[in-house]
């Protein structure tokens, strides 16, 4: 859990989220078929980035719903 202007923020609502999970699983099988392992290390690092982008701006949006 985060602290943020006195909220607590649930943070573990990705573990949580079976079509979260089910999407997250899809993509790493459709990468592992990837042959070149330097091509399939920076396509599964740039989505984890861009996972991080957008967990931090829904967390940041949940926070101010409450």
Known sequence: ????RKQTIQTDWKRNS????????KFLDIADNIKEE??????????LRCDNVLTQFAEQWFAGQK
Do not use: A
């Open 1 to 4: 859990m985060c602290f943020r």
């Open 18 to 25: 079976k079509e979260y999970l089910k999407e997250l699983q």
């Open 38 to 47: 330097e091509l399939k290390r920076e396509i599964i690092n740039q989505m």
